[in-house]
């Protein structure tokens, strides 16, 4: 049996293969409510045979979302939209995820189509209008980006609560495993980096004091969420600049999360000062010494991201143990299938049991006739 076609056993989740949908913004909701799209975005990775299938970054409070068009959960209403998505998922086999997530400083800007920087004009007229952002510090992205309010102790304070209640939430629809976003310059990332956080108070300063929040946070996601699920961290490894975040600091924060029921770190890069994947011509597979070396001095199991492509290639990644799981986002919007594909190009070309039987019964018919043709 081919590594990717294992199953792998996350406390009381099984997932039938160790390939994952990684969370793929769609800037297609509606003050922060699913909607059609969304159903039929995820429930084509599930009838193409992932394991596990993410929602997108899903905000646990209004101001938190990266764009007026991303997924919010920070009410019962948001949990209800999301129901039937979780239902279907369920149903074709796959374990459904959610990730919880605040923009932070990043926050209140451009649907990428539009330009993916800061609103603009253009962008107030279609009814995108800016709301006040927060973050570590009153550093902006960059130039002409907002500048973020200072989060006070008081307000630090509330947001454990917040990423807890959307856990609640998610754990009520059915979801089976949770994800703390603490990447691509996002709030938590904001205040891990010290190109971000310029506080001097004890969220800021040494690491111990910026891992402060992201690791609060995280206990309060892992007391709300059952302990028999699994809970994933997603981190970027390296800010990728000078002064920034480095691997180093990745692996401290991975032994931190693992002491407090983090169950698989969800190995990503960069984003504190720009996009994380946008615009980049990065190598195959790029990011995946980083989940290897976490994995390998963490103690803690990993999932690799970033232009993974190739199905050997894919298979690799877990036979030489950088992974635990491996996750595909654009490829997956090239081919939903790729999990079926996969499977019959290393384990058996002409099995279609993997695939809905709706699709496998016809497409072993065709087989069939076209070999005795």
Not at 178 to 198: C, D, M, Q, R, T
Not at 357 to 368: A, K, T
């Amino acid at each position: 049996m081919a590594r990717l076609f294992e199953p792998l056993t996350l406390k009381s989740v099984t997932t039938r293969n160790r390939i994952v949908i990684s969370p793929m913004c769609q800037y297609s909701a509606k003050e922060g409510l699913a909607n059609d799209w969304h159903f039929a975005h995820l429930s084509t990775f599930a009838l193409g045979g992932a394991g596990i299938i993410f929602t997108e970054a899903t905000a646990v409070l209004p101001e938190g979302r990266i764009t007026h068009g991303d997924l919010g959960l920070w009410s019962d209403e948001h949990a209800a939209a999301l129901r039937p998505i979780v239902a279907f998922l369920k149903q074709q086999g796959a374990q459904p995820a959610i990730q919880l997530a605040h923009a932070g400083r990043k926050a209140s800007m451009q649907r990428p189509w539009y330009g993916n920087g800061p609103l603009e004009p253009a962008d107030i007229e279609r009814g995108d209008l800016p709301w006040e952002i927060v973050g570590p510090s009153t550093e902006p992205v960059g130039p002409s980006w907002l500048i973020p309010h200072e989060l006070d102790q008081v307000q630090i304070r509330e947001l454990p609560k917040a990423f807890a209640e959307a856990a609640q939430r998610a754990l009520s629809i059915g979801f089976t495993i949770a994800e703390v976003h603490g990447a691509h310059g996002y709030l938590l990332h904001s205040f891990l980096s010290p190109i971000s956080n310029k506080r001097t108070d004890q969220y800021g300063g040494s690491l111990a004091n910026r891992m402060r929040l992201p690791l609060e946070v995280t206990e309060a996601v892992r007391n709300a969420w059952p302990e028999e699920l699994p809970l994933f961290f997603r981190v970027s490894a390296i800010d990728g600049m000078e002064g920034g975040w480095e691997l180093e600091d990745s692996v401290s924060l991975a032994k931190e999360l693992r002491e407090r029921g983090v169950d698989v770190i969800d190995c990503s890069s960069r984003g504190i000062a720009g996009p994380a994947t946008v615009g980049q011509a990065p190598a195959l597979g790029h990011q995946v010494p980083f989940s290897e070396r976490i994995r390998r001095e963490a103690g803690l199991a990993t999932m690799a991201v970033g232009l993974i492509i190739d199905l050997k290639q894919a298979e690799k990644i877990l036979a030489e143990g950088k992974a635990d799981l491996v996750a595909l986002a654009r490829e997956a919007l090239r081919n939903p299938f790729w999990p079926h594909h996969a499977y019959q190009s290393l384990v058996s070309e002409q099995d279609f049991s993997t695939w809905p039987v709706q699709y496998g019964w016809w497409l072993e018919r065709r087989r069939y006739s076209r070999d005795n043709a």
